[in-house]
Nanobody, 116 residues
């Protein structure tokens, strides 16, 4: 089994920054992609950003230029640097990992709140 533990959420003023971290542990052989998703109340969960094992990235249009995803393969950890946070960004942010030998895992989620 694999566990994903997220940290770094919280309350920030509009225009501010937060950095999310997600560490994978357990029976890990090799991880393909890791990513961040978010779900706001009454909305579907959506992809925010993803990164492959070789560093290729993909971003939602709404966060391009503001958010940066990065990854430390040696630590099985993925990060999301969020800058210029705005009132459309508050949500529960979930970490996801997709594994070479199969399996797709989710973290428990971390709340991001933006005050105006």
């Amino acid at each position: 089994q694999v566990q994903l533990v997220e940290s770094g959420g919280g309350l920030v003023q509009a225009g501010g920054s937060l950095r999310l971290s997600c560490a994978a542990s357990g029976r890990i052989f090799s991880i393909n992609a890791m990513g961040w998703y978010r779900q706001a109340p009454g909305k579907q969960r959506e992809l925010v950003a993803a990164i492959t094992s070789v560093g290729s990235t993909n971003y939602a249009d709404s966060v391009k230029g503001r958010f940066t995803i990065s990854r430390d393969n040696a630590k099985n950890t993925v990060y999301l640097q969020m800058n210029s946070l705005n009132p459309e960004d508050p949500a529960v942010y979930y970490c996801n990992s997709d594994h070479v030998k199969g399996g797709n895992y989710w973290g428990q989620g971390t709340q991001v709140t933006v005050s105006s």
